[in-house]
C-alpha cells in the first residue's frame, strides 16, 4: 500500500487481503486443475482459454488497485501556515458549477480539502476523490485507483459466474462419478464461487450505479448531494467514460527510501518562492531595504 507517512507495521490489516488472495488463487487453480481438462476434451478448449484470460485480468486489476497510489496529497510542511493554524476557520466554501461545496480543514495534513478529498481514518492520509478504503485490497480507493477497482469487481463477477457454470458441466457430465476427487474438487470450488458471488455481484451492481451517477461511495453514504444537485456528474455515458477512459491522474507523493515527498505540487498548496520573488513582493509592498537585509 502506498503511504504518505512513516507508520508503525499492523500485521492485522493484511488478513483480508490474504484470505482474498488464497480464495481467489487457490480456488481458480483447483479449477484449472481439475475441471478444465475434461472441459478442454470434452466441450470446447475455448472454455478454459476464457476462464485463464478472465482470470489473468482480474488478477491484473486486483494488483493494480491494491498496489497503486491512490492519490494521496502530501501533508504541508511543519512549518508552513503555522499561524493560519489558530486562526483559520474550519471550512471554506468554493463553487462548482453553482453548487457551494465545502472545503474542510484538515488538522492531520494542514490544509483545507479539495471537493471530494476525503482523510482516510485507516491510511491517516488525505485522498483525491476518495471512495472508500478497502480492506481486502488492503487500500484506500480514490482517483487513481479507482478504475482498478470498478473493473476488477466487474471481472470478478464474470470469473465467478463463469467457474461457476463450467463446473455445473462438469458434475452434469459425470453424475455417476461425483464422489471421484475432480467431482468433489469442483463441486468445492462451486460452493465457493456461489458463496461469494451474491455479495461480489451486489458490490459491482451498487458501483455500476455510482459510476453511472458521478458519485464516489463516501458521498453516497454520507448523503452528500441527497435533494441536491451533484455537480460532479457530466451525464450518465460522460460519467463511465471518465472512469474507464480518462487519461491516468498524476501522483502528489513520491515513494523513496527516506520517504520524499513531491514530485508534483497540488495546486492547493503555496508554490515555492524564489529569491528574485521575494524581492519583487518587498518592493510591491513599498519597503525598499535591499533584499540582502532579508536573508539569514
Ligand atoms: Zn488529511
Ligand atoms: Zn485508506
Known amino acids: ?12 490489516k493484511y488478513i483480508p487481503v490474504s484470505a482474498a488472495t488464497v480464495f481467489l488463487v487457490g480456488s481458480t487453480t483447483l479449477f ?9 476434451v470434452e466441450v470446447s478448449p475455448a472454455l ?22 491512490p492519490g494521496i496529497f502530501p501533508r504541508a510542511e511543519e512549518d508552513e501556515d503555522k499561524d493560519d493554524d489558530f486562526r483559520a476557520p474550519l471550512y471554506k466554501t468554493v463553487e462548482v458549477r453553482g453548487v ?13 480539502r479539495p471537493p471530494r478529498c476525503s482523510h482516510c481514518s485507516v491510511c491517516d492520509n488525505c485522498v483525491e476523490e476518495f471512495d ?15 478504475r482498478y477497482f470498478f473493473l476488477f469487481l466487474v471481472s470478478l463477477t464474470l470469473h465467478i459466474m463463469s467457474v461457476f457454470i463450467c463446473g455445473l458441466f462438469y458434475t452434469l457430465g459425470h453424475p455417476n462419478q461425483l464422489r471421484d476427487i475432480p467431482a468433489a474438487v ?3 470450488v462451486m460452493c465457493v464461487a456461489g458463496l461469494f ?21 463516501n458521498e453516497q453514504v454520507t448523503g452528500k448531494f441527497r435533494g441536491g444537485v451533484n455537480p460532479f456528474s457530466n451525464g450518465c455515458c460522460r460519467n463511465v467514460s471518465h472512469v474507464l477512459c480518462s487519461s491516468s491522474p498524476p501522483r502528489y507523493i513520491k515513494r523513496s527510501h527516506n520517504q520524499t515527498f513531491l514530485s508534483v505540487s497540488p495546486p492547493f498548496l503555496r508554490p515555492e518562492v524564489s529569491e528574485s520573488q521575494i524581492g519583487l513582493k518587498i518592493l510591491d509592498n513599498g519597503i525598499q531595504s535591499p533584499l540582502q537585509h532579508y536573508q539569514v
Do not use: E
Not at 1 to 12: D, L, R
Not at 32 to 40: H, S
Open 1 to 12: 500500500m502506498p503511504a504518505g507517512t512513516v507508520k508503525s507495521f499492523k500485521p492485522s
Open 32 to 40: 484449472f486443475a481439475f475441471t478444465c481438462p475434461w472441459l478442454n
Open 48 to 69: 478454459p482459454a476464457y476462464n485463464a484470460v478472465m482470470f489473468l485480468f482480474v488478477l491484473a486489476n486486483f494488483s493494480m488497485a491494491t498496489f497503486m497510489d
Open 100 to 112: 457551494q461545496v465545502r472545503m474542510k480543514w484538515c488538522s492531520t495534513c494542514r490544509f483545507y
Open 132 to 146: 472508500h478504503h478497502c480492506p481486502w485490497v488492503n487500500n484506500c480507493i480514490g482517483r487513481r485507483n479507482y
Open 186 to 188: 469442483t463441486i468445492s
Open 197 to 217: 458471488f451474491f455479495p461480489v455481484a451486489g458490490l459491482t451492481g451498487f458501483h455500476i450505479v455510482l459510476v453511472s451517477r458521478g458519485r464516489t461511495t
